[in-house]
């Protein structure tokens, strides 16, 4: 038992308080105090209860034997031990803990017998008081040491990312070594073949290698190329870069399918950055979805702004691994090719664009990647759902 050195009519302070102020963190603090206050009132028992906001309250700590424990209790702003949340308790007493009248906490005391002197009321005060004091220095000390955790992960995020940015500028020069070849041999080839399934193979293949040299050449400026003053149709760049993912679904037996409007919308941008967004999405769809799944590309229209929506049939994403999904080189499976900053870069993208992408998934039941978009000539009334 800890001695409480408060005789009455002095204005000493209880020995509890000190024991109260030598707490090393929160849990001991808490657990000190229930002791302290348990023996100061003379309770059968002591319930600490932390609140959560004007409605909840959570048990943290306790002492002696109470009648019945509820780890939550809906509190609703009542101190009243005969009020419907307290009532099950039998308690005598319930004592706000608070500092310059916010409230964090509140100790229920337990039945005792005879009555409370006015010397104890006050030890009881001045243990709140101490309490409140020693809670809301702890929590100072815990917000600090939250900001300085949070600056030293910003600074390790700016080093991965001025690492990761001279890293794809490597690889953008590298890659553009090989894009060219590449470019000049689809010219030749196109005037050496001529049957029309050739020649639409060689146009597409033409095509998407201009799209990467574009790409990487924009890469060797910047990570990720400013918004243009230009725009693009939307549906006609959707339905270009799905004629070419047809090809590589139908190879893995993979099915695609389109939800497109039949009107035009036009949003902010250039094409190879929306060329950019799109192969990253439909690429991870058909990395992450077996064989026999499915593909979805849809567009949905609102007032004003498009969702654009690629779902598929995979694998899904852990809740862990989607909290962090668009950091830059966070993957879930290492089994799969990838070095985990094609979302990174999407996201960059987009928000250059004034867009947004979110995802929902769940393990097991596949995937869908929203993207949001400003449109510049929305679509008439009668085709917003």
Known sequence: MHEINFAAGSQETPKGCHLIRQARNLPDLFERAASI???????????????????????????????????????????????????????????????????????????????????????????????????????????????????????????????????????????????????????????????PDALKLIINLERQIRLADQLSKESLTALVP????????LVAVCREIAEHWQRVFAQHQQTLALQLPDHEIWVDGDPSQHHQVLGNLLSNAHKYTPRGGSIRLSIRMHPDHCLLEVSDSGRGIAPLVRKRLFEACVREHASIEGHGVGLTNVQAVLKGLGGSISVTSRPGRGSCFQVRLRTLCGAPRSLIP
Not at 45 to 73: C, F, M, N, Q, W
Not at 178 to 187: I, K, N, S
Request: with cysteine.
């Open 37 to 195: 206050f348990q023996e100061t009132s003379g309770a059968t028992y002591v319930l600490i209860y932390l609140l959560a906001g004007d409605e909840e309250a959570i048990e943290i700590s306790y002492a002696g034997t109470p009648p019945t424990r509820s780890r939550e209790l809906p509190w609703r702003g009542t101190h009243d031990p005969r009020s419907a949340p307290w009532r099950s308790l039998q308690a005598s007493k319930i004592l706000p803990v608070e500092h310059l009248r916010r409230p964090y906490a509140l100790v229920v005391l337990g039945p005792r017998e005879g009555d409370r002197s006015a010397t104890e009321s006050l030890a009881l005060k001045r243990l709140c008081k101490t309490t409140a004091e020693m809670l809301e220095q702890t929590l100072l000390e815990t917000r600090a040491l939250a900001a300085d955790f949070q600056e030293q992960r910003a600074n390790r995020h700016h080093q991965q990312a001025k690492s990761l940015g001279q890293r794809l500028r490597q690889v953008s020069h590298d890659l553009r070594n090989h894009l060219v070849p590449m470019l000049y041999a689809t010219e030749e080839l196109q005037e050496i073949l001529s049957a």
């Open 226 to 233: 400013a918004a243009t003053p230009g725009r693009t149709e």
